[in-house]
């Protein structure tokens, strides 16, 4: 009997509720689907029949993605920064950003960091293991070993195996917005050598060279290519205690930088050695994935002759307005 009783009163208020609310809401028909999307945009009806499928493809224009695109270019600084939290990766065939894994980057927004791998990043398919998609993998940058879910591709099933992760590791406060991984020349494989991203490519990178295209404007797209060819081929490994971080300056941009090298046609590539004894060397020949992989050949057999900086200096690059 109390429950025939709670159950009225409930069914009662709900048809009260809903024509009041209706009222309010100036709805003229039931059901009406109305979606309510993110201030500033105007809420609207859902037109048509209101099937999973519609609901699911008018609103999840909505949802926010907090998911950063992770190459091989930016994938060790993903990985390294902000230690203490988790990174989520998505091996993926298919392009743009599945909705789950947005649902998914929000539910632990401030607890786990979300990337998004491609299949063509074969260096970073190769080294994850990766042999079918679309596949989830935890990362710790503590931690040699990854953990693979291995459930079904549903939001609950993924929601508890992550839930142990961002509850087992992380004190919380994070944002996706403040991974180091998220400037742009890092997302790059071949960046611009500037001011804003000189320490992160460059002068402040431990233990590598740097392979410096000097142009008098932006390169041409086959010496870019030619570049990300050698960046895949040797980023792969560490030749003989050897890193190479591949970019481009704009010597007319950069003058007084691409001065004290002494360059005298352009374009021409440059390995610079910016550690304690500053020093660089021209690479002599077409600029080509053989030839430059030759000089990377001279340079690891200890045949290359680098001159050293003047002063052991380096000018600032200039600060350029946005």
Wanted: aromatic share 10%; glycine share 6%.
């Amino acid at each position: 009997m109390l429950r025939s009783l709670v159950g009225s009163e409930m069914c009662i208020r709900d048809r009260y509720q809903r024509r009041v609310h209706g009222e309010k809401e100036k709805v003229q028909k039931f059901p009406t689907v109305r979606v309510y999307p993110p201030l500033p945009i105007p809420y609207f009806d859902l037109e048509g029949e209101p099937t999973t499928q519609e609901l699911t493809k008018s609103a999840s224009r909505y949802v926010q993605s907090n998911v950063i695109e992770v190459n091989s270019a930016n994938h060790d600084t993903f990985i390294s920064d902000k230690p203490s939290v988790p990174k989520v990766l998505l091996f993926t065939e298919k392009k743009g950003t599945p909705l789950l894994f947005r649902a998914l980057s929000v539910s632990f927004e401030g607890k786990l960091f979300f990337g998004i791998v491609r299949n063509t990043e074969e260096s970073l398919v190769n080294k994850y293991k990766v042999k079918e998609y679309p596949q989830i993998i935890v990362v710790k940058a503590s931690e040699k070993k990854t953990n693979t879910y291995k459930g079904e591709i549903k939001f609950s099933p993924i929601f508890n195996f992550l839930n142990v992760y961002s509850e087992a590791f992380v004190p919380g406060g994070e944002s996706v917005s403040e991974s180091a991984a998220t400037k742009s020349w890092l997302s790059e494989v071949v960046p611009e050598l500037t001011n804003d991203s000189g320490n992160d490519i460059c002068f402040k990178t431990e233990g590598a060279l740097c392979v410096i295209l000097l142009s008098q404007d932006k390169p041409e797209k086959e010496h870019l290519d030619t570049l990300k060819q050698l960046h895949e081929s040797f980023q792969r490994k560490i030749d003989r205690g050897f890193k190479y971080n591949f970019m481009w300056l704009d010597a007319t941009a950069e003058s007084k930088f691409a001065q004290i090298f002494e360059v005298e046609k352009y374009p021409q590539v440059l390995i610079l050695n910016p550690g304690k004894r500053k020093r660089f060397l021209i690479h002599e020949g077409d600029i080509t994935s053989e030839a430059l992989a030759d000089t990377f050949e001279k340079i690891a057999g200890g045949d290359a002759r680098f001159t050293n900086i003047k002063g052991n200096s380096l000018p600032e690059l200039s600060i350029r307005k946005n």
